[in-house]
């Protein structure tokens, strides 16, 4: 079967995201592949949770687990843009790739990379890097990353799960820049007061997984498309744009369920072709 096909790929998403630019008043983002989206406003650049390789296909090539690829890489990591913040929500390899994230940093070594401060010493050993380069986060706090000020939120993978010192292992990214409040949600599954944590936040746009937790796969869960639509309601979002799905063919869903969900909750929404860009004014 072959791969699909981003919208935009390599010289031409470098040419919409430069061209983008010329516009730096509404908020640019595109879906670049998982959970991976970049974001574009008065100039500044913000990656969520990137992975541009091929390095779990690799990994579970000859195991009874394969991640059999179902999506071409939208672009090489190094070839990105001046990035001014990067995230890793938690330390599974599609949002902590070392492959990925080293040539980024070699590209934009200025760039601010937040992660959960629980998990400080594993990034450091995977990217090999000084462990005082990452901002740690917990959930409650909030950082300034250059133009961006960014909120940690629990996420539950499958559970809420804290280090010895009661630090969140999985987080989730609520950032405010001039007039626009984003929330990615890394990997989650709904729990208790989730609603209560983020509706106050006043999300703009909300990033939110759509493949589901299905114990067969032998994975960490998701929201499902069900869960994603009725959560993106219940906190107010004006937008949601599903992720988590179409990378692997062992652990991805149909986003066409995440539409008639959302038409059934009367929830706002855009679904994103790979390397697609959707621009928002306020």
């Known amino acids: 079967m072959p791969l699909i096909k981003p919208l935009q790929q390599d010289d031409a998403l470098l040419a919409d995201i430069q061209s983008a630019l010329k516009h730096p008043d509404p908020l640019h983002i595109w879906w670049l592949g998982q959970s ?23 990994k579970y090539e000859h195991t ?30 599609d949002h902590l790739d070392a492959e990925t994230l080293k040539p980024i940093f070699q590209t934009s070594p200025q760039a601010r990379f937040v992660i959960p401060e629980a998990n400080r010493a594993f990034v450091a050993d995977r990217l090999n890097c000084d462990p005082d380069f990452p901002i740690g986060l917990n959930d409650g706090m909030t ?6 000020t960014v909120r940690g ?5 499958n559970t809420i799960e804290r280090d010895e010192h009661g630090r969140c292992r999985f987080l989730g990214y609520v950032v405010s820049f001039g007039p626009w409040t984003v929330y990615h949600s890394g990997d989650t599954l709904w729990y208790d007061d989730m609603v209560e944590v983020l ?26 498309a069900d869960q994603a639509a009725r959560l993106g309601r219940d906190i107010g979002a004006h937008l949601v744009i599903p992720h988590h799905y179409d990378m692997f063919a062992f652990n991805t869903a149909d986003p066409q369920d995440f539409v008639r969900a959302c038409g059934q909750h009367g929830t706002p929404y855009r679904v994103l072709q790979l390397g697609e860009r959707v621009s928002i004014n306020v």
Do not use: C
Not at 38 to 56: T, V
Not at 82 to 87: K, N, R, S
Not at 153 to 157: I, N, T, W
């Open 143 to 148: 950082v300034q990353a250059d133009e961006f």
């Open 153 to 157: 939120v629990p996420a539950a993978h």
């Open 64 to 93: 009874d687990k394969p991640h059999v690829r179902l999506s071409e890489r939208v672009i090489d990591p190094a070839r990105l843009p001046t990035l001014h913040v990067v995230t890793s929500s938690h330390n599974h390899t």
């Open 36 to 58: 991976g989206f970049l974001l574009q406003w008065q100039g500044r650049h913000l990656l969520f949770d990137p992975y541009l390789s091929d390095s779990l296909t690799r």
């Open 199 to 224: 509706k106050p936040l006043g999300v703009d746009v909300a990033f939110l997984p759509i493949n589901g937790n299905k114990p067969e796969r032998r994975v960490a869960g998701n929201l499902d």
